[in-house]
């Protein structure tokens, strides 16, 4: 089954506005991470947080976890056109072996200038 | 230094060919894991090598797949008698510490 499932599937907004993508999984995890993807090539990873932390800073983005209700939310404030690109949440699940992630299918943000 | 680099970036091959699909870890990595992309979808694991030990292969599709690790380092991704649902951008990445992933540029592969 799948794990992780972003809403929404695709956001536009304009530049300066705040985007916030939500992320929900099904199972227990040891951290859950996002990434970012740009023209459907490689991802690039941008903030992990643990399953024992409830919220994490970096730059113009705040992650969000809630493992009572097995989610997790993306804040990018102040967006730009450059952040225009599909965001991906990945777990890392207790039951899996080697930390292979799941992934989400994503949330494809789209920033307009 | 140098990120996790794969070749070719685009391959386009008939129905029934076999292919092979490169990936060049970061140097020191000691996990190395495939996934594959399906248009507009998310990343599906595929395989996963840790050091000397006996590779995950739960999530290869079928046997038309496998996948190799030489010497630790560069890994080999076979898909032999390719059929067009192997369409598909095909991506590694490697581990130092298995929890932060290094992804490469990917391999998009065309099966006509």
């Known amino acids: 089954s799948q794990q992780g499932e972003e809403d929404p599937q695709a956001l536009s907004i304009q530049e300066g506005e705040n985007a916030t993508m939500n992320c929900s999984y099904k199972?227990?995890?040891?951290?859950l991470q996002w990434y970012r993807q740009n023209s459907g090539r490689g991802l690039v990873h941008l903030i992990l947080?643990?399953?024992?932390?409830r919220e994490k800073h970096s730059g113009r983005l705040r992650v969000t976890l809630d493992t009572s209700k097995k989610s997790s939310s993306l804040l990018i404030t102040a967006s730009r056109a450059a952040d225009t690109a599909s965001y991906f949440c990945?777990?890392?699940?207790?039951?899996?072996?080697?930390?292979?992630?799941?992934f989400g299918e994503g949330t494809q943000l789209t920033v307009n200038p | 230094g140098a990120g996790v680099s794969q070749s070719p970036s685009n391959k386009v091959t008939e129905k029934g060919k076999d292919v092979e699909l490169r990936c060049d870890p970061i140097?020191?990595?000691?996990?190395l894991y495939w996934y594959r992309q399906s248009l507009g979808q998310g990343l599906e694991f595929l395989i996963y090598?840790?050091?000397?030990?006996?590779?995950?292969k739960s999530g290869l599709p079928s046997d038309r797949f496998s996948a190799e690790r030489t010497g630790g380092s560069v890994s080999t991704l076979t898909i032999q008698r390719t059929q067009q649902e192997d369409s598909a951008v095909y991506l590694c990445?490697?581990?130092?510490?298995?929890?932060?992933?290094?992804f490469g540029p990917g391999t998009r592969l065309t099966v006509t």
């Open positions: 990445a490697s581990t130092q510490d298995r929890v932060l992933q290094y």
């Open positions: 199972t227990s995890i040891n951290n």
């Open positions: 947080i643990r399953s024992n932390e």
């Open positions: 990945a777990t890392d699940g207790e039951e899996t072996s080697g930390s292979r992630l799941t």
């Open positions: 140097s020191g990595h000691t996990a």
């Open positions: 090598f840790q050091g000397n030990s006996a590779p995950d």
